[in-house]
């Protein structure tokens, strides 16, 4: 276990602040982690449990004790002739996860490769891209609650996925810390490719194989994405608006080429890159946070920006989108006040 007082978060967010956490806290197995829920001292202080922050935009330096986990481990935990059950820690690195099931030959979660973040925080926001959600794989989650510290096994139909959110999510849920996540991937090829260009890419490998789309997927997103390492960036900071076919319908007429996504309900997913593109954000800077010029869904710390100037930058966008199309947009980025 390792305890850290005043401690520097810019490696914990991926938007790279200069916040610091004033108690830092970090576990490495469950018994370790039930330690700390026991505490007194954690009880009484309010605690925020991050994965590698790549969904946090810190507001100010936080009052309070950043959680952290450091579990880790991958193995095989049941088997049939077609799958293979991993059961992950949730301190995993999410893409360290993709590369080993690419490298085994076992298919389900290539579409996901090189999202930043940890595997426990990738089940809670339902990370998805290219067609596939981590939902589509997820078997179990194990996870504790902090007030009973008791242990619990959630299926994957009682984690309540949707898009980009679950029941861990949801704050009246807060009380739940997931350790372990298991994903069930099939031992015989099973791709994804109705994504965007995916097909048009893919047919020009022949035989096409599982590295080549964990390759191609890696490829477009470094074309389309900053990485967070050079620069800091949460990736989306919107999530994609759904609305009413009305309203989309009645976009269509002044916006013909708008682009679509049919949901159930009655309802369109409209891209918000798009929409933020349309308003002429895209690729504009405002001191030290930017909009970035090859996908406008993403802000970018240029430097020194911090949580407040992006946020201000947020809200901008959202009004600008509001006024022309009277869509709201809503953040994915968690913003963490201290
Ligand atoms: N578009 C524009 N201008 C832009 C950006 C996008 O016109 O500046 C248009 C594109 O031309 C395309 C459409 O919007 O027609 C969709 O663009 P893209 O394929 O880049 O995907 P996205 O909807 O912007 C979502 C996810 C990404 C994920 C990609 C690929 C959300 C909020 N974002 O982005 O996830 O990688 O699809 O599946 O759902 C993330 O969550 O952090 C993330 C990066």
Not at 81 to 93: C, M, T
Request: aromatic share 10%; glycine share 8%; hydrophobic share 40%.
């Amino acid at each position: 276990m390792r305890i850290e007082e005043n401690y520097s978060l810019r490696g914990y967010n991926t938007f790279r602040l200069a916040v610091k956490g004033r108690w830092f806290m970090e576990y490495e197995s469950e018994e370790e982690l039930v330690r700390i829920l026991r505490d007194e001292f954690f009880q009484e202080t309010r605690s925020l449990h991050i994965g590698s922050g790549s969904n946090l935009l810190f507001l100010n330096d936080f009052n309070g004790i950043i959680l952290h986990s450091a579990i880790k481990g991958i193995t095989v935990v049941g088997e049939t002739d077609d799958s293979v059950v991993l059961r992950v820690g949730a301190g995993e690195v999410w893409d360290d996860v993709v590369d080993y099931a690419v490298s085994r030959g076992w298919s389900g979660i290539e579409n996901l490769s090189l999202i930043p973040g940890e595997s426990g925080a990738a089940a809670v926001q339902n990370i998805g891209a290219y067609g596939v959600e981590i939902k589509d794989v997820i078997e179990t989650v194990e996870a504790y609650n902090r007030l009973t510290f008791e242990k619990q096994a959630f299926s994957n139909a009682s984690c309540g996925y949707r898009y980009r959110s679950s029941f861990f999510k949801d704050e009246r849920n807060d009380p739940y810390v997931i350790t372990y996540i298991h994903l069930r991937l099939s031992k015989t090829p099973r791709y994804t490719l109705h994504y965007g260009n995916l097909k048009a890419l893919a047919a020009a490998c022949s035989p096409l194989t599982l590295p080549d789309i964990r390759r191609i997927i890696i490829d477009i997103r470094r074309q389309k994405l900053p990485d967070p390492a050079q620069t800091g960036n949460a990736g989306s900071f919107f999530t994609n608006p759904i609305v009413p076919s009305a309203h989309y319908e009645a976009l269509k007429k002044t916006y013909p080429a708008i682009p679509s996504y049919p949901m159930d309900g009655d309802r369109v997913k409209i891209p918000a890159g798009w929409l933020i593109e349309q308003c002429g954000l895209k690729g504009k800077t405002y001191g030290q946070v930017g909009i970035y010029d090859k996908q406008a869904l993403v802000l970018v710390n240029l430097g020194e920006a911090t949580g407040d100037e992006i946020a201000l930058v947020a809200e901008r966008i959202r009004t600008a989108v509001a006024e022309r199309f009277g869509i709201k947009l809503m953040p994915e980025v968690h913003y963490v006040e201290s």
